[in-house]
């Protein structure tokens, strides 16, 4: 089993800056995807940005240049650099790890959410 605590959401006006942290504990291994996704009331939950413990990094189109993932690989940790935020990225911000499964497959395993509301 695998247990994700984030921290460091809140409230911040626009153009403001947070930044999210997701440790991971249990059995992780060292070949593991993670990354943050959010989702807005009403809307599906999307990708935000992932990294892999090979360096890999991916983002969405509407946070490259505003966000920043790094990782702690040591500490099993992900972190989330968010500036220049606006009202629309408003949202739950969860963390995900992926794991590779022995099948060929992979399990996800997610955090239990961080709101992030931009407001004036």
């Known amino acids: 089993q695998v247990q994700l605590v984030e921290s460091g959401g809140g409230l911040v006006q626009p153009g403001g800056s947070l930044r999210l942290s997701c440790a991971a504990s249990g059995s992780i291994g060292s070949t593991n995807t993670m990354g943050w996704y959010r989702q807005a009331p009403g809307k599906q939950r999307e990708l935000v940005a992932r990294a892999t413990s090979g360096g890999r990094i991916n983002y969405a189109d509407f946070v490259k240049g505003r966000f920043t993932i790094s990782r702690d690989n040591a500490k099993f940790t992900v972190y989330l650099q968010m500036n220049n935020l606006k009202p629309e990225d408003t949202a739950v911000y969860y963390c995900?790890?992926?794991?590779?499964?022995?099948?060929?497959?992979?399990?996800?395993?997610w955090g239990q959410g961080t709101q992030v509301t931009v407001t004036v």
């Open positions: 995900k790890c992926q794991l590779p499964m022995g099948t060929g497959g992979f399990r996800d395993y």
